[in-house]
C-alpha cells in the first residue's frame, strides 16, 4: 500500500477533520480509562467481539481533545478496516510514518490501536514504542489469551487491562434514555423499568442490537463474524460442523451442569477435543464456566461445570428454546452482573454448591478467605413446593458455609422472612441489577 491510501483509511476514523462518530457513553468504563491513562503504561481493553470496545475508544479520544489534546496527536487504527491488506508489523510502522508525515502531530502521541490482534506479531511493535516512549498506546483485541499471555510475557509490569461486557441493565436503560439516579428516578419508571427487562432478557445487551430493530439477525452476524474470523479460521479447526454444534449445545443449555465427558458420548468426539474446543470459547469471551464450590481444588476440577453465556440475546438467537428458559436466563443476567464485578473485585469469586443429596445453590460469592453471599434465583415462588426447593439447600449451605448473608432473586416478589433462624432476603431482579 502506498501512504496515500494509507492516509485516506486513517481519515474516515480520525478526528484530524471531521468529527468522528463516539455513540452513547459509557461512563463507567470511560472513568476507569481516563484513570488508567494516568499510569503512563500500555491499556488493554478487551472483551467479545462487537461489545463497544471501538466507540470506547472514540470516546477516550475525543476526551483527550476536549481536555485540550491537539486532534492531530491523536492516531486511531481500526485494523478490521478491509482495507488495510496483508496485516503485519511491516504496514503498522508504515501507517505509522504516514501519520508522522502527513499530520505532524506536536507533543504526546496517543495511539489507539482497535483490533489489534488482526496483526501478527503486534506486540514487537507496541514494545518498542513504549521503550522508546514514542506515544501513549491504547489497544483493543476481542481474545483473552491473545491479550493477557502475550502482554504479560512481553510487557510485564508495563501494561494494564480493562475487560469490558455488553451493557448493564443501568446502561440498558440510558441506551434507552431512561435515567436512573435516585429511588424517586426508579418510583416514577418502575412500569417502564420492568418492561425493558424482558427485552433485556430476550434481546440481550450487545449496544448495537439494543439501538437497533433487526436483533435477530444482527446477533445472527455477530455469531458467525466470531465463528469464521476468531475462532475456526484462526484455531484452523478441522470440524467445524461439530465445533458448532457444541457451541450451539451450550447456548441451549445456559445455566446448566455439563462435563465434558457426558458431551463424549453426544458429539462423539473425545473428551479432550471438547474441552479444547471450550476454551477457545472462553477466550473469546463467548461463554463462561462456573466451578461447584469445594475447599478441595481435586473435588472442584472434577465436578461438573455451569455454563453461562456472556448474553442472553445470543444464547436466545443461537440455542434451542424451551418453555422452562426464563428462569435460567435470568440466572445467567445475574451471573454476567457478577462477572462484571468480580472485573472491578480482584478478590472475589463465584462459585455453585450442590450436596451429596444435589440440593444446589445457584451462586457461593467468596472474598479472600470467606464466604460473602449465598444467591438463589427463582422467578416464580407461587408454589409453595418449589418456595421450598429454593430455600432448604440456601439454609444447608448457609450453615456448611458460615454464611449468614442470603438472597433469591425473583422476578417480582420482594420481602424478608425469617426460616431455621436465618434471614432470607427476596429482591425483584430489576432491583437487584440497579443496586448492584
Known amino acids: 500500500m502506498d501512504k496515500k491510501e494509507i492516509l485516506k483509511i486513517l481519515e474516515d476514523w480520525n478526528f484530524w477533520a471531521k468529527e468522528v462518530d463516539t455513540g452513547i457513553k459509557r461512563d463507567f468504563y470511560l472513568n476507569k480509562l481516563k484513570k488508567l491513562l494516568l499510569s503512563k503504561q500500555i491499556i488493554a481493553i478487551t472483551g467479545a467481539r462487537r461489545v463497544g470496545k471501538s466507540f470506547l475508544m472514540r470516546q477516550l479520544a475525543q476526551e483527550l481533545i476536549k481536555q485540550g489534546v491537539s486532534k492531530n496527536q491523536i492516531l486511531i487504527i481500526n485494523f478490521e478496516d478491509p482495507r488495510f491488506s496483508d496485516l503485519n508489523l ?3 510502522q508504515k501507517i505509522y510514518e504516514t501519520y508522522l508525515e502527513f499530520i505532524q502531530p506536536k507533543g504526546k502521541i496517543y495511539i489507539f490501536l482497535d483490533e489489534i490482534q488482526e496483526v501478527e506479531k503486534w506486540e514487537k511493535w507496541v514494545l518498542m514504542a513504549q521503550e522508546l516512549k514514542k506515544a501513549q498506546i491504547i489497544l483493543s483485541g476481542s481474545n ?4 493477557s499471555q502475550e502482554l504479560a510475557t512481553l510487557l510485564t509490569g508495563r501494561h494494564l487491562d480493562l475487560k469490558i461486557y455488553p451493557l448493564s441493565f443501568e446502561e440498558f436503560l440510558k441506551f434507552h434514555n431512561v435515567i436512573i439516579k435516585n429511588n424517586l428516578d426508579l418510583i416514577r419508571n418502575e412500569i417502564k423499568v420492568k418492561s425493558l427487562l424482558k427485552s433485556y432478557i430476550e434481546n ?6 439494543v439501538l437497533r430493530e433487526n436483533k435477530k439477525e444482527i446477533l445472527l452476524a455477530y455469531f458467525n463474524d466470531v465463528l469464521e474470523k476468531d475462532l475456526i479460521k484462526r484455531y484452523k479447526i478441522r470440524k467445524p460442523e461439530k465445533f458448532k454444534d457444541i457451541l450451539k449445545f451450550y447456548y441451549s443449555n445456559t445455566a446448566s451442569l455439563i462435563t465434558f465427558n457426558s458431551l463424549e458420548k453426544i458429539f462423539k468426539i473425545s473428551a479432550d477435543t471438547i474441552e479444547k474446543f471450550s476454551s477457545y470459547f472462553t477466550l473469546n469471551y463467548l461463554l463462561f464456566f462456573v466451578k461447584r464450590f469445594s475447599y478441595k481444588i481435586k473435588e472442584q476440577e472434577k465436578s461438573p461445570r455451569k455454563v453461562y453465556a456472556v448474553d442472553t440475546g445470543m444464547a436466545n438467537t443461537i440455542g434451542f428454546k424451551f418453555s422452562e428458559n426464563k428462569g435460567k436466563l435470568a440466572e445467567n443476567i445475574v451471573f454476567a452482573q457478577l462477572l462484571r464485578q ?25 472474598e479472600k478467605n470467606f464466604i460473602k453471599k449465598l444467591i438463589q434465583v427463582c422467578f416464580d415462588l407461587s408454589d409453595a413446593n418449589t418456595k421450598a426447593r429454593e430455600i432448604k439447600p440456601l439454609i444447608k449451605a448457609s450453615k456448611e458455609l458460615k454464611c449468614d448473608n442470603l438472597l433469591i432473586i425473583t422476578d417480582d416478589f420482594e420481602h424478608e422472612e425469617k426460616i431455621s433462624s436465618k434471614k432470607i432476603k427476596y429482591i425483584p431482579l430489576w432491583k437487584w441489577l440497579l443496586e448492584n
Open 90 to 92: 511491516k504496514l503498522l
Open 204 to 209: 440481550g445487551s450487545f449496544p448495537e442490537v
Open 144 to 147: 483473552a489469551k491473545l491479550l
Open 342 to 366: 468480580m472485573s472491578q473485585n480482584f478478590n472475589m469469586e463465584t462459585y455453585y454448591w450442590k450436596d451429596e443429596k444435589h440440593w444446589e445453590v445457584d451462586f457461593v460469592i467468596k
